[in-house]
């Protein structure tokens, strides 16, 4: 959903004057819309299925599980604010109101690598590596995203807009990495499946990793 809201609503072009702006607000206005809604749920779907790794984990007491908590939190609420931008580039009045709202939209965009990002993608590779709800590599390759995101964060706080190249790269990564986890929870479930309809061996991983940091 998210990598089809960036497709359809892939901005105005670099530079453009307010007039322009606006201009461009009313030509794509099904665009954007649709563009923000996609973004603006897909997101919360991440957290629902970032919160049910918790869940299926046995992680809900101990820190990491309150980590992704916390980071599913804050990645909704950036995402957010960034949506907010887009659709604030529709409104014409006052006249700066598509210039304030893109430079919200380049401000906050920032804030996904630095913190949001981040934020869920450490503690999630922290509660897969401390049960069996998935396989390790998987854990391991969470606590990269998270490290590369906070990178890429680093380098390009200077720039006034982050680059294409990293936009690209930060939404086309992790949706391999969900498509995994959701298709190894999916293949675990249908070959062995328990009383309550869970994988076995994420039943076991609620008992085994209960008290765990």
Not at 35 to 46: E, K, M
Not at 97 to 126: C, N
Not at 190 to 205: D, E, H, I, K, N
């Amino acid at each position: 959903m998210i990598g089809i809201s960036f497709a359809i609503n892939n901005g105005p072009p670099a530079g453009a004057s307010g007039a322009q702006l606006t201009a461009f607000g009313q030509q794509h206005q099904d665009a954007i819309l649709w563009g923000s809604w996609l973004q603006a749920v897909g997101p919360a779907l991440i957290a629902v299925f970032a919160l049910a790794l918790v869940m299926l984990a046995g992680a809900t007491t101990r820190l990491a599980g309150w980590m992704t908590l916390f980071g599913a939190a804050t990645l909704m609420t950036v995402s957010l604010i960034e949506i907010t931008g887009y659709i604030g580039t529709l409104h014409t009045s006052p006249a700066t109101m598509p210039g304030t709202s893109m430079a919200l939209i380049h401000s906050v965009q920032h804030l996904w690598f630095i913190v949001a990002a981040p934020a869920l993608w450490l503690p999630v590779g922290l509660v897969i590596l401390g049960s069996h709800v998935l396989p390790r590599i998987l854990g391991y390759l969470a606590i990269a995203l998270a490290a590369g995101y906070a990178l890429a964060g680093v380098f390009t706080l200077f720039d006034s807009t982050v680059p294409s190249a990293v936009q690209i790269a930060a939404g086309v990564v992790p949706a391999l990495w969900w498509l995994a986890a959701t298709g190894t929870l999916l293949r675990r479930a249908r070959q062995a499946p328990s009383a309550a309809g869970l994988p076995a061996s994420v039943a076991a991983a609620g008992h085994e990793t209960a008290g765990r940091l």
